[in-house]
């Protein structure tokens, strides 16, 4: 059995993840892996699971928490908090 590197759980069904830069690491569930390898928003802190928002070098969660953070992300265009029916104006 293989021990989870977060949790230190003893699990049977662990699996390993490679990183580009060669690191290895053990876990037992996929929450783990997130709370050890997602990246945490620049604004609000939360882990970014989805695709995210990168801005001059920044990691957000959405373009809101990028918009938010000293006026970075105004370029980005999302239709957050818009109804789909709706447009959306700038």
């Known amino acids: 059995m293989a021990v989870c590197v977060v949790c230190n759980n003893d699990y049977w069904l662990a699996f390993e993840i490679r990183t580009v830069t060669g690191e290895?690491?053990?876990?037992?569930?996929?929450?783990?892996?997130?709370?050890k390898l997602a990246p945490r928003c620049e604004y609000c802190t939360v882990r970014i699971v989805g695709h995210g928002v990168e801005v001059s070098?920044?990691?957000?969660?959405?373009?809101n928490c990028a918009r938010r953070d000293g006026g970075l992300g105004e370029q980005i265009r999302d239709a957050v908090g818009v109804h789909p029916?709706?447009?959306q104006t700038s």
């Open 24 to 35: 290895s690491y053990m876990f037992d569930s996929f929450e783990c892996a997130m709370e």
């Open 85 to 87: 029916g709706e447009r």
């Open 57 to 63: 070098g920044k990691f957000f969660c959405c373009a």
